[in-house]
């Protein structure tokens, strides 16, 4: 089979036990864009622990980052160390490992690291405004912000049990989808723009079961200015 596209070919990469990531393929048209690929490295938190309160207070951001975030790091480490995956980014681990019932471990933590470094990245004290392109492609997918941001909490809510509600490009299109676990958009050839962690340790020790809360009160504080960046990028 040829491979047509980045995914593909590392899937199939990793489908014979060699992931050429440095050398693999010119990126495709459908593949995600990916201005700055991750590092398997926690990332800093960008605020300090308690500037997101009251919507989200310091001890959930204490427990998420340090507990749930850093945990999914620490068994991407063990799941890596001395293979070939070893150096690549959280993308490529994520690309590679999609689907595959034999390493669903390595793409549960891989993606999971991931997604949440695009949550806290989602996220700026006091919000911001999108820019220009962004503002553009907002009024045309959904006419207005307030628009977006209804269909993003009802995406959040009607996510059953754990996973995720994103705002992601197609192709320069504007979507809200959710997924479920681990799932990201990254798989489906959608760059990530957003995103909502509606895991039950996002919120329960502030809202308990009320993930309606949770969703109102985080609202206002997306970092539309981020994704912007990322839009362009
Ligand atoms: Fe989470």
Redesign the pocket.
Known sequence: MIPSNRRDVLRAAAAVGTVALASAAPVARAAPRIAKPSPQVQPALGYAPDALAPAISAQTVDF?YNK?HKGYFANLAKLVAGTAMAAASLEDVVLATAGKPDQRALFNNAAQALN?NLYWQSLTPGGSAPMAALEAAITRDFGTRAALEAELAKAAMGQFGSGWAWLASDAGKLKVLATGNADTPLTMGMTPLLVI?V?E??YYLDKQNRRADYVAAILPLLDWAGASARLTA
């Open positions: 998420h749930h949440h962690d895991w340790h996002a």
